[in-house]
């Protein structure tokens, strides 16, 4: 079966930085789109970032430049880079692909198992 599987979340203090890694397995296609999602407690599942499959990227207008969501095809990874984290940045982060079957259809989609981020002094 698919399966993304994340990595690199953590404790860090305020204005620190941290690099989330999605690897996907277990399949011999790409997704057509890759992103990053958040859940913080007591919170709904949020977008954070998002990137096609041509490279193409957008963000969430509230994290004002601090996050870079990135894919390299040949490794079939994609990354999420965190800069200046702030406590309202603490949640859990899950990576989502999204795989077109068909024009007619919306999009397959497939979620990791998340990785806690916490932001705490």
């Known amino acids: 079966q698919v399966q993304l599987v994340e990595s690199g979340g953590g404790l860090v203090q305020p204005g620190g930085s941290l690099r989330l890694s999605c690897a996907v397995s277990?399949?011999?296609?790409?997704?057509?789109?890759m992103g990053w999602y958040r859940q913080a407690p007591g919170k709904e599942r949020e977008l954070v970032a998002v990137?096609?499959?041509?490279?193409?990227?957008n963000y969430v207008d509230s994290l004002k430049g601090r996050f870079t969501i990135s894919r390299d095809n040949a490794k079939n990874t994609v990354y999420l880079q965190m800069n200046s984290l702030k406590p309202e940045d603490t949640a859990v982060y899950y990576c989502?692909?999204?795989?077109?079957?068909?024009?007619?259809?919306?999009?397959?989609?497939?979620w990791g198992q998340g990785t806690q981020v916490t932001v705490s002094s």
């Open positions: 277990g399949s011999i296609f790409s997704f057509n789109t």
């Open positions: 990137i096609s499959s041509r490279g193409s990227t």
């Open positions: 989502n692909g999204k795989l077109q079957r068909s024009p007619y259809r919306v999009p397959d989609d497939y």
